[in-house]
């Protein structure tokens, strides 16, 4: 449907941006608030379906009266004839798939970390409002020009039946390589389908790649259905063994191919998935050498000698006396190099004295 240069409403559309499983995505010049919007046109056939429609009212109104900072704003939604549009928040810094495309295996970790609290957070409000996002992909998570997160295409009815799931061409929605087994099948979507989708953007933003990969020879639709429903996911370990294992066993749960097996909520994936990454701090101090004891004054010998503690000095650089003794307890021996060293310097001090003595009675000889 070619749409540049025409007018839906108050709305001038400028450009076209691309095409989803449900949509055609305009550039569109709301004049009347000056300022530019997405404009998603539901494709023709859905919109032709009345119960679509009637449902795609419904949740768009829903979505309409949500207010999160991480979810692009939905302005308006209307029909004009045969045409069906949502209208959007637009966002300049582009999207996760964008992401994706430009960078080299995994992402730095700070967008990492940002974009999985930040998308997280609006999947628990949404499912506390009733909404489940259904097709959550890299496409639908988009950036504001500071790097912010946020998500998009709450207010779209996903279409779902059991006969889309078994061909390409019948599924009529999602990015197979994020769909959860529940919704291969033909089963309904909830809020574990949504972690099941953030769990392998988490994967693929951590390692560059996704746990399932389709063969390049072809046959790709079939085998990424039989890897979701069948197969175990690529060793996250593996491909990033300066993680701590927790993390494997974090994410591993949340695409997990029993739903209720997987963590109940978003906002749990998120925090189990930072405690996984403290676990590796926590290691880390636990095998930190223990503070070695400060060495002994080298005169501490003569100081036991003479009945007295060498003076140490404070942290403050000020010599201070160290405790003493308490009076009915002599100084223990605790140990054989330290006896000998004082019998050493005993013996040195003696014959010092005899010298002296000598020394003394010497010139009374010579008279």
């Known amino acids: 449907m070619e749409l540049v240069g025409q007018k839906l409403g108050r ?3 400028v450009a076209w941006l691309g095409d989803g499983a449900h949509v055609h ?3 569109a010049r709301d004049e009347e ?3 530019d919007v997405v404009l998603k046109v539901i494709k023709s056939t859905f919109a032709r379906t009345e119960d679509y429609v009637r449902r795609f009212r419904q949740e768009a109104q829903a979505a309409l009266e949500l207010n999160h900072p991480h979810m692009v704003k939905i302005y308006d939604y209307n029909q004009e004839g045969d045409v069906l549009y949502l209208v959007e928040e637009f966002l300049p810094g582009g999207s996760l798939l964008d992401i994706f495309s430009r960078q080299e295996g995994q992402l730095p970790p700070q967008t990492t970390l940002d974009t999985l609290d930040q998308i997280a957070s609006v999947l ?5 409002h009733g909404i489940v996002h259904g097709d959550l992909k890299p496409e639908n998570v988009l950036y504001d020009l500071e790097g912010n997160a946020y998500l998009s295409d709450l207010g779209i009815t996903k279409e779902l039946s059991k006969e889309a799931s078994r061909t390409r061409s019948g599924l009529e929605f999602g990015n197979p390589n994020y769909m959860a087994p529940e919704e291969w099948q033909g089963g309904s979507a909830g809020p574990r389908t ?3 989708a953030l769990g392998m953007l988490l994967f693929e933003m951590l390692t560059g790649r996704l746990p399932f990969s389709a063969p390049a020879t072809g046959g790709g639709f079939a085998f990424m259905h039989l890897n979701h429903l069948m197969s175990a996911p690529l060793s996250l370990r593996a491909l990033r063994p300066d993680l701590p294992p927790a993390v494997e066993a974090v994410v591993n749960r949340a695409i997990d191919k029993d739903p209720e097996k997987r963590f109940p909520s978003a906002g749990e994936f998120a925090r189990a998935f930072h405690d996984a990454l403290a676990s590796r701090i ?8 223990a503070p070695q004891p400060a060495p002994q004054a080298a005169d501490a010998p003569f100081a036991r000698l003479f009945g007295r503690e060498t003076p140490v000095e404070s942290a403050s650089g000020q010599p201070q006396s160290a405790p003493a003794a308490a009076p009915s ?3 223990a021996r605790t140990s054989r190099p330290d006896d000998a060293t004082t019998y050493f310097a005993l013996a040195i001090l003696i014959a010092l004295l005899f010298g002296i ?3 003394r009675r010497l010139p009374g000889s010579r008279g």
């Open 194 to 196: 949504d972690v099941y």
């Open 357 to 359: 003595a000598v020394g």
């Open 25 to 27: 995505a305009y550039l």
């Open 124 to 128: 628990d409000y949404a499912h506390e």
């Open 11 to 13: 709305y001038d559309i």
């Open 329 to 331: 307890a002599p100084p």
């Open 33 to 35: 608030n000056q300022r």
């Open 282 to 289: 926590d290691a880390s101090a636990a095998h930190e050498p």
